[in-house]
């Protein structure tokens, strides 16, 4: 038997956009403000097949996800943090950095993943860890301090390769850094338990006390970000803090609020020392950055989620503390728990928070764009979508329009008007966009019948100017929608049901649709939309 193929038309939007050209990309305010924001993903396309090249941007984006920031040049500010605080803590970090990223290359870990520094981070921290707690000695010495420095890096890339897959593929969570957690444990088990003369472990140093309560709240706020990287020198403080705003102010603006947090709370349980050296900090700092800018969009309602996890992370953390067996440091667990706990929450009981999908995580100020794109779309389909069921169309972008943009619309709508008469006929519409009069599109007449919003049977400049101009702003925001869709799509079938569609809504402020609304969006039989069928239904509505 023979399959003969049937090709799928063409989505309506995709049919438009051959009318359009393409616009030149508009810098947002802090790509102007800070060029190097971002993840500077054009260091991989200038420098393509460098090898080299690549494997040293990948090392300092794998120190630079420490703090959740996915930027080379962060990575490079934070290795001078590290260098002021300690020549030694920078040396094993680097060293975890190597180690880490050698063992998953060895395990056939994803080049993308270990190039962006999935799999150096917990290495990283492992080698800081030993540069805090290590007396090194002398020369012999630090050879084996280094010697288990590599093998709990490498370690650290098998948890994540295989625990954390498992953990992830299990709960739907990032196992964060409790492969560093577990690693970091079992070498200070381990040096202690053995007793042996040449490893000898030694307390970081602290920096003076603060002087008066005022003080150690301020002196926090830096050194909740430097603690993170065991850093506790003003200077290197500063630097940590610098390199997560170079990469993302909004990282920074969350992380400082967490730690303000953080010190409050302990300023309240009367541990002023400790909130002047940051130790009350650094866990509200990294739970706030992934609560509100990494695993959700840093809106209103996420970000006061995110204060709370601060809170949690802060009040934890003595507790967790004190239940460590053998005098054990608490490092980032109650980081861990607390950020845990609250996307477990957030998952369960507010279900209208949307979560970024962990392949599609960027940046805060990314995940931000994603949702204010899609609630602009789907208030104006809203909007719309009353407006048709009311008997008429509107209008709504025209009067707005830039002038300068109607000129270029008004232009192609005198292409297209053949005959000149002020309105698009079906067959002019179908050869301006190559179709052929004579055999159109049948796409087109329902294009044509959404442009005639006032229903008097012809399509003029203004209708024409509305859809063009939802055409351009639906395609500036596509690639956003879709990747802010990924995680409503409960049940993975890359379509749109009216329960996905409520949550939808409901997670940008709209109320769920009526009867009504879900009958003229999915039809009589409810049917789901693909994500083309929907993206039509924001165009033509």
Partial sequence: MTHTGRREPLPVHELLSSLLEPDAPVARWYDRLLPCSGTLRQLT???????????????????????????????????????????????????GIVAANLAAKALGAPWADRHNGIYGFNGALVGSAIGAYADLGPPRTAL??????????????????????????????????????????GLLMLVTLADLPALQLQSPAL????????????????????????????????????????????????????????????????????????LWSFEGVLSAIAIAGIFHAPTRRCVGVAALAALVASLLSPLLERLMPFGLPGLTLSFIVATLGTLLVVRRTLPTVVPVALHAILTPEEHLQRYLVTRQLLNDFRSRLGWTLDGGG?????????????????????????????????????EGMGQGRSDPAP???????????????????????????????????????????????????????????????????????????????????????????????????
Avoid at 471 to 489: A, K, N, S, T
Wanted: glycine share 10%; aromatic share 6%.
């Fill in 45 to 95: 396309r200038r420098w393509g097949e460098a090898a080299a090249v690549l494997t040293v941007v990948g090392a300092f984006r794998s120190l630079s996800q420490v703090i959740f920031i996915n930027n080379p040049l962060s990575g490079v500010l934070l290795l001078l943090a590290l260098l002021v605080q300690s020549p030694s803590i920078a040396l094993f970090a680097t060293v």
């Fill in 144 to 185: 084996l301090w280094a010697l288990l420095a590599v093998g709990g890096a490498a370690i650290t890339a098998v948890l994540v390769h295989g625990l954390g897959r498992r953990f992830h593929a299990a709960t739907g969570l990032p196992p964060l850094t409790l492969p560093f957690c577990l690693v970091t444990w």
């Fill in 207 to 278: 920096p003076p006390p603060a002087e008066s309560v005022i003080q150690a709240f301020l002196l926090a706020l830096p050194r909740g970000f430097g603690q993170v990287f065991f850093c506790g020198d003003l200077a290197s403080s500063w630097l940590v803090l610098a390199a997560t705003a170079v990469a993302s102010p909004v990282a920074a603006g969350v992380g400082l609020m967490g730690g303000a947090i953080g010190a409050l709370t302990g300023l309240a349980s009367g541990a002023t020392a400790a909130v002047a050296m940051g």
């Fill in 394 to 430: 509107r209008t709504s972008l025209v009067p707005s329009a830039d002038p300068a943009l109607l000129m270029r619309l008004a232009a192609l709508f005198e292409r297209l008007d053949s005959d000149q008469d002020g309105q698009l006929s079906l067959a002019e519409l179908a």
């Fill in 443 to 541: 796409a087109l007449a329902r294009v044509l019948a959404a442009m005639d919003l006032d229903g008097d049977g012809a399509v003029d400049k203004p209708e024409f100017f509305e859809v063009m101009l939802r055409l351009r702003r639906l395609r500036d925001g596509q690639e956003r929608l879709r990747r802010y869709l990924i995680p409503v799509d409960a049940d993975g079938d890359e379509r749109l049901d009216p329960s996905e569609m409520d949550r939808l809504l409901r997670s940008i402020g709209q109320p769920s649709l009526n009867h009504r609304e879900q009958r003229a969006v999915f039809g009589p039989g409810m049917a789901g939309l693909s994500w083309q069928a929907f993206f039509d239904r924001l165009l033509l509505t």
